[in-house]
């Protein structure tokens, strides 16, 4: 199912592109981010926050045990999810522009999968976990550019189409190698990490986790926000583009590129999260209409949003910690059935 998303004078002069409701969306998230810093198994009152805030802006030593909850445990996963949140949306936001796809997610390509499979091996390997992480970052990579090669191959049929099927193939071999490194494993100590990880979680992010994986996504987000114009043409089809003077080929691959760095980077230390992509870029484009100016600072925001919100639930709900990718599921799921539902109407 390919659907276009208007022409280019509806995409450009959409009334819901309002640049209010971004600035709404971007108060939203510090107010849910500040929330999230004082709720947990040891709650922080605001005097406690504006306190820690002000002895690490003046260069104070720390005072106790509240410091290194906020400083080294509660701050960065929080900056961990709202990094991850609005990364998937912005890959999802792309990826369904960049294919005319409305239920197009991150994963189509198959980097969910092979992040997944790097993290599997480095964990059935007894690796530390930096090279986890690598062989997670690399591995999604690694697929994707698995995924254009074969479906360069293929030149006698619609690019798109052969692109996504390329993706649903290749993700299902990398799929095919989880389940049987899951069935070597050590059913005591490695498959239990190992299906931990693959349901997502940031349990174990650490300060230098988020550093780390910031200027690996800042640098994929470059190319999109740069060629933010050539998305909305891009999501009129190939001939559009061709007849705009774009090279549909080598901008598709570059986009595809940069998403997938995106994706990647917070992948890898954050485990497998599935539905963001998908479900964010929906509600953004209510929001804001499909002018990729406005969509992907609006599903950035709200992706954030949306994961600081799930893994604040996650870390309080019950005391085992819930993995992400459970709640996700839960909330997208139904939002999935909905947006199918409200697709049939429209189609008939």
């Given at each position: 199912m390919v659907e276009r998303h208007g022409t280019a004078e509806t995409i450009a002069a959409s009334p819901h592109s309002r640049p209010g409701i971004v600035v709404a969306l971007a108060a939203l998230l510090v107010l849910v981010m500040t929330s999230a810093v004082l709720v947990g198994a040891y709650p922080v009152s605001p005097g406690?926050?504006?306190?820690?805030?002000?002895?690490?802006?003046?260069?104070?030593?720390?005072?106790?045990?509240?410091?290194?909850?906020?400083?080294?445990?509660?701050?960065?996963?929080?900056?961990?999810?709202?990094?991850?949140?609005?990364s998937l949306a912005a890959a999802g936001a792309t990826y369904q522009g960049l294919f005319r796809n409305p239920l197009v997610s991150p994963d189509i390509?198959?980097?969910?999968?092979g992040?997944?499979?790097?993290?599997?091996?480095?964990?059935?390997?007894?690796?530390?976990?930096?090279?986890?992480?690598?062989?997670?970052?690399?591995?999604?990579?690694?697929?994707?550019?698995?995924?254009?090669?074969?479906?360069?191959?293929?030149?006698?049929r619609e690019?798109?189409?052969?692109?996504?099927?390329?993706?649903?193939?290749?993700?299902?071999?990398?799929?095919?190698?989880?389940?049987?490194?899951?069935?070597?494993?050590?059913?005591?100590?490695?498959?239990?990490?190992?299906?931990?990880?693959?349901?997502g979680s940031l349990a174990s992010i650490r300060k230098?986790?988020?550093?780390?994986?910031?200027?690996?996504?800042?640098?994929?987000?470059?190319?999109?926000?740069?060629l933010?114009?050539?998305?909305?043409?891009?999501s009129l089809g190939?001939?559009?583009?061709?007849?705009?003077?774009?090279?549909?080929?080598?901008?598709?691959?570059?986009?595809?590129a940069a998403a997938t760095l995106v994706t990647s980077s917070v992948v890898a230390i954050s485990g497998v999260i599935g539905w963001v992509g998908l479900v964010i870029p929906h509600i953004a484009r209510m929001l804001v209409g499909p002018n990729f100016d406005r969509l992907l600072p609006a599903s950035m925001l709200l992706g954030a949003t949306y994961m600081v919100l799930v893994?604040?639930?996650?870390?309080?709900?019950?005391?085992?910690e819930t993995p992400l990718g459970i709640l996700t599921a839960i909330i997208g799921a139904p939002f999935f059935l909905w947006l199918l539902a409200r697709g049939r109407r429209g189609w008939e």
């Open positions: 406690e926050l504006i306190g820690t805030l002000g002895r690490f802006v003046g260069g104070a030593p720390r005072a106790g045990q509240i410091d290194t909850v906020l400083l080294e445990v509660r701050f960065p996963r929080i900056g961990a999810a709202a990094l991850a949140g609005a390509l198959g980097v969910s999968t992040a997944g499979l790097g993290a599997v091996l480095g964990i059935f390997l007894s690796l530390p976990v930096a090279a986890i992480q690598a062989l997670a970052f690399f591995g999604g990579l690694a697929t994707v550019a698995l995924v254009y090669v074969v479906a360069a191959a293929v030149r006698e690019p798109t189409l052969v692109l996504v099927l390329s993706g649903v193939v290749i993700g299902s071999l990398t799929g095919a190698a989880i389940a049987l490194l899951k069935v070597l494993a050590d059913p005591y100590d490695q498959l239990p990490a190992i299906t931990f990880w693959l349901l230098h986790d988020v550093l780390l994986a910031m200027p690996l996504v800042l640098l994929g987000l470059m190319p999109l926000v740069l933010r114009w050539r998305i909305n043409v891009m190939d001939e559009e583009a061709k007849a705009l003077g774009l090279e549909a080929g080598r901008l598709r691959m570059i986009i595809i893994d604040t639930l996650a870390r309080t709900i019950a005391r085992v």
